[in-house]
């Protein structure tokens, strides 16, 4: 599975983003999705994944109630709108995908490099 993650960009605190992430090759419809992001200087770290079937997701705390992941099985993507856009949501956003099926929480917690397929990650810069 190949992922292409897009729709980073800059935007003023209180802005709206939408990402996307592509999938190919082998098909993802049977993959937990999500995403994860790293700010300069921190570790990587979850923000939000779905199920295989989109029924579940599953937030970070610090985005629920403002983002929103969801996905397309007929497109083979995965999107995460993103609204009420912090400065402190300045990041390196990258979807990932496994075909692991567990209850999300736990999905989250055992993403690793070697476990999942990572996509090439998108900027995204919120100004205060």
């Known amino acids: 599975v190949q992922l292409q993650a897009s729709g980073g960009g800059l935007v003023q605190a209180g802005g709206s983003l939408r990402l996307s992430c592509a999938a190919s090759?082998?098909?993802?419809?049977?993959?937990?999705m999500g995403w994860f992001r790293q700010a300069p200087g921190k570790a990587r770290e979850f923000v939000a994944a779905?199920?295989?079937?989109?029924?579940?997701?599953y937030y970070a705390d610090s985005v629920k109630g403002r983002f929103t992941i969801s996905r397309d099985n007929a497109k083979n993507t995965v999107s995460l709108q993103m609204n009420s856009l912090k400065p402190e949501d300045t990041a390196l956003y990258y979807c990932?995908?496994?075909?692991?099926?567990?209850?999300?929480?736990?999905?989250?917690?055992?993403?690793?490099?070697?476990?999942?397929?990572w996509g090439q990650g998108t900027q995204v810069t919120v100004s205060s």
């Open positions: 779905i199920s295989r079937s989109g029924i579940t997701t």
């Open positions: 990932a995908a496994n075909s692991v099926a567990s209850a999300l929480q736990y999905w989250a917690a055992h993403v690793t490099e070697t476990n999942s397929y």
């Open positions: 090759g082998r098909t993802s419809t049977g993959n937990t």
